[in-house]
């Protein structure tokens, strides 16, 4: 492979992506798109055309953001990252921000493309990462939840098919959840962040016990939806009670790489709740392709 080409894919983080295309399956469940839908049907019924821009959507906008984050970091990366493509003179400056600039451009009209509605919450999405690249990271209360509110905004933007926003309170989860890996990832250079760590177990506690308390009240799929979650409870609570007893930079950047990928699951428990179960398992197919690529490119 070309080195320049695989930079430019190093750079879109590319094991991350599917973690994009997850939401807006999740969101589009929540819509009640799939309700109805037996499995024989679902491509006759579905607004196909529609979901695959609203997943492009997610995905350009998510690289956007992983690559416009390493040009705003491109100095510090210089002490702390020396090997990723800007520091290391692989990619310019110059020329990472245009790629990044690109794709966001190429997100944001993907979803107008679909709708108004949806178009105007790629749009905020937008300006949410580049808020989060330029100026929220370096916050140690704002960062985490301009994070979270980015992968909100993210489920909304599949919620949004339909126009029909009944559900749109499910958002709070990815909020909190990315809210908890950020303040985790703290950590990830120097370590020493156990206090982050017992927090993040709390809000992922309670994501949790949110899911289940909501989807009994509502009547969801919950009994469904439990080998879901417990396979989410298990992803992400492994690594993070290793990182808490060997609190070193290693073990921490296997938490957040267990929680950036476990989103999978966690959209997967959702769409199960709102639809059926074979939802949830297409979209739990994105996990192992998003563990293959953690292999070949690097999560954080």
Known sequence: MNPVFKGYLRLARPANLPTAAADILAGVAISGLFMGTSLNNVWDTIRLVDLLLLI????????????????????????ERPERPIPSGLISVKSAAIFGGV????????????????????????????????LGKHHSFFGPLN?????????????????????????VFPVVYIAAITLISRGEVHGKNKSHILFAGGLYSSVILGIIVLFS???????????????????VFRPLFRAYKENSPQNIKKAVMAGVISIIVLDATLAVGFSYWWVGLITLLLLPLSIFLSKLFAVT
């Open 56 to 79: 492009f959507s997610s995905v350009f906008l998510y690289a956007a953001g992983v690559v416009l984050n390493d040009v705003f970091d491109h100095k510090l990366d210089k002490i």
């Open 103 to 134: 794709l966001m451009n190429l997100g944001v009209l993907s979803a107008f493309l679909v709708s108004s509605v949806c178009g105007i919450i790629a749009f905020s999405l937008g300006l949410a990462i580049l808020l989060y690249d330029a």
């Open 147 to 171: 994070m979270g509110v980015c992968r909100g905004l993210n489920l909304l933007l599949g919620i949004a098919i339909l126009g029909n926003f009944s559900n749109w309170g499910y958002f």
């Open 217 to 235: 009240i509502s009547n969801l799929n919950l009994l469904e939806s439990i080998p879901f979650l417990l396979l989410f409870a298990f992803l």
